[in-house]
Structures are given as C-alpha cells and as structure tokens.
C-alpha cells in the first residue's frame, strides 16, 4: 500500500485541526500583510512558506479575483483556504487556481462568502 496519500491525508486533517485555534489577522491584496503560514505548533519550513507565497500570488494573478480576505497556510503539500471571498464562484475559482500550483497534492478549501457590515 502506497502510504504517501495517507500521510498527506493525516496532514491535511492536522492543519485542518490547528488552523481551526489560530486567530488571523490582516489582509491586504499583497503578501506583504500576510501572515505567515503556521504549522502544527512547529516553525513553518521554507518549503511550506515558499508554497503558501506560490499559492497567494497565483490567486492575486487570476483576472477579477480579490485576495484580500483570504488566508492560505501550507504544510507538506497541503494547502489550507481560509477567509472570506465576495462570491460562490470566487471560493470554487480559488479552490480550482490553488490545485494548479506545483507543489500543492490536497487543498482543504473553507472560504466562506463575506456579508459584509458589522456583523
């Protein structure tokens, strides 16, 4: 049995699991107010910041895609979507752009649309 797609697997669910404690802040249509990526309570590896930096400036690229709400974290290939976006189109858009980044095996897309207002 191939183990590689369980250990992506198992990561994907552990960084589903940390991210879901991690409190974000920023934004902004660069990387320059982004975060950067976390992992499971370990610093993050240059890998893991290189992909993240890969999978960000792929979404800031796409045509009438707006990255300023979006979060992305990566660890081991695998690639956390978080954040608000404006439209339904815009979270599978941003799902579909991701998963073309060399380097990105699984993406864990939890976009949620923006409501705007306080509230």
């Known amino acids: 049995?191939?183990?590689?797609?369980?250990?992506?697997?198992?990561?994907?669910?552990?960084?589903t699991t940390a991210l879901s404690a991690c409190v974000q802040t920023g934004g902004?249509?660069?990387n320059a107010g982004a975060p950067p990526p976390?992992?499971?309570?370990?610093?993050?590896?240059?890998?893991?910041?290189?992909?993240?930096?890969?999978?960000r400036q792929a979404l800031d690229k796409a045509p009438g895609f707006n990255v300023?709400?979006?979060f992305v974290r990566a660890?081991?290939?695998a690639v956390i979507l978080t954040?608000?976006?404006h439209s339904a189109d815009q979270i599978r858009q941003a799902e579909?752009?991701?998963?073309?980044?060399?380097?990105?095996l699984v993406v864990v897309n939890?976009?949620?649309?923006?409501?705007?207002?306080?509230g």
Do not use: E, Y
Request: proline share 3%; hydrophobic share 40%.
């Open 68 to 70: 300023s709400g979006v």
């Open 83 to 85: 954040g608000t976006v």
């Open 1 to 15: 049995m191939n183990r590689k797609p369980v250990r992506v697997l198992l990561a994907a669910v552990c960084m």
């Open 38 to 55: 976390v992992t499971s309570g370990k610093a993050a590896s240059q890998s893991d910041i290189n992909l993240s930096t890969a999978v």
């Open 28 to 30: 902004g249509s660069s």
């Open 110 to 118: 939890k976009l949620t649309l923006w409501h705007g207002g306080n």
């Open 96 to 104: 579909q752009i991701a998963r073309t980044v060399p380097g990105v």
């Open 75 to 77: 660890q081991d290939g």
